[in-house]
């Protein structure tokens, strides 16, 4: 009986096994191999190509000072993951936490939450609209203001296109964060803020020391989320500035396309993919390790 349960496992098992050896086992094996060959030999020669000589994407400070940014696509991801991560995770929270109890809020989050579910392309376009000089909102406020620097329209100068879409894409991702903190908002006991209240505490003790303790494990889950996100950008960045102008605004992504599909380096590519995917098994991993020690509480 049991030998003829596990031919029915077996059976059942296999198209699911096979499928993911076609199409995901095979093509990460394929990819790796593929970042390392040069000719016929294996070699490490495009990954320091990538690193160190090709001026998009190395990490290192390109010697002409004259360049701004000055950067290459790995720095302009983790400058990124920088500005953006605390902007989300802080807005996300206050809004969450504004919103509780405000009339209206359904209206508010449904058009925080609104570029979360807009295809990249249409929301590319959106940034773009919202930083142009003509009638985008951002330019229009610093021209109230007299800095001309940012009355502009921000995406055509390499001195803000990288900071427009970093700007744009917390408008994106913002809905999510919202969303998860409103989750854990509700999660925590009123019997909590209810002592603290007696007991006198005022609002931002109750804040302070209550709902932010309270919210540590989604802080952590919209944090490691994000880092994610940030890495695998491509489609905002594609629509608002392709790379420029003059790379400031290239990212891992979009390198890794120009290879493939522009230049026909399929090696180099392959090299950058595998980069990519290494930083981002690390917040994965860590992600997991929260979840699975959850798990087991």
Do not use: C
Request: aromatic share 12%; charged share 10%; hydrophobic share 55%.
């Amino acid at each position: 009986m049991r030998e003829h349960n596990l031919k029915d496992l077996i059976f059942f098992l296999e198209p699911p096994l096979l499928m993911l050896v076609i199409f995901v086992i095979y093509p990460i094996v394929g990819t790796i191999i593929l970042s390392f060959m040069l000719g016929d030999t294996l070699t490490l020669e495009n990954y320091r190509e990538v690193l160190f000589e090709t001026i998009p994407l190395k990490a290192l400070i390109v010697t002409n000072p004259g360049t701004f940014p000055p950067w290459g696509a790995l720095i302009h991801n983790m400058v990124w993951i920088v500005i953006a991560v605390p902007m989300v995770v802080i807005l996300g929270m206050l809004l969450a936490y504004a919103l509780r109890k405000t009339f209206g809020s359904s209206f508010i989050l449904g058009t925080v939450f609104l570029g979360m579910v807009l295809p990249g392309v249409v929301s590319g376009l959106i940034i773009r609209f919202m930083f142009d000089a003509d009638i985008g909102i951002f330019p229009k406020i610093f021209a109230l203001f007299n800095v001309p620097l940012l009355s502009h329209t921000w995406t055509i100068y390499p001195q803000t296109a990288l900071f427009a879409l970093i700007l744009g894409s917390i408008w994106l991702w913002l809905g999510f964060s919202v969303t998860l903190y409103s989750a854990g908002l509700d999660s925590i006991p009123s019997s909590l803020i209810e002592a603290a209240l007696v007991d006198g505490a005022s609002e931002r003790e109750i804040f302070t020391k209550i709902i932010i303790p309270q919210l540590k494990p989604v802080t952590t889950v919209v944090i490691l989320m994000t880092v994610m996100w940030v890495l695998k950008l491509f489609d905002i960045v594609y629509v608002v500035t392709g790379g420029g102008p003059g790379g400031a605004s290239t990212v891992l992504a979009l390198i890794m396309y120009m290879y493939f599909a522009s230049s026909l380096e399929y090696n180099k590519a392959a090299a950058v993919s595998v980069i990519l995917a290494l930083l981002t098994l690390i917040p994965a991993y860590w992600y997991m390790k929260m979840v699975l020690s959850g798990e087991k509480q």
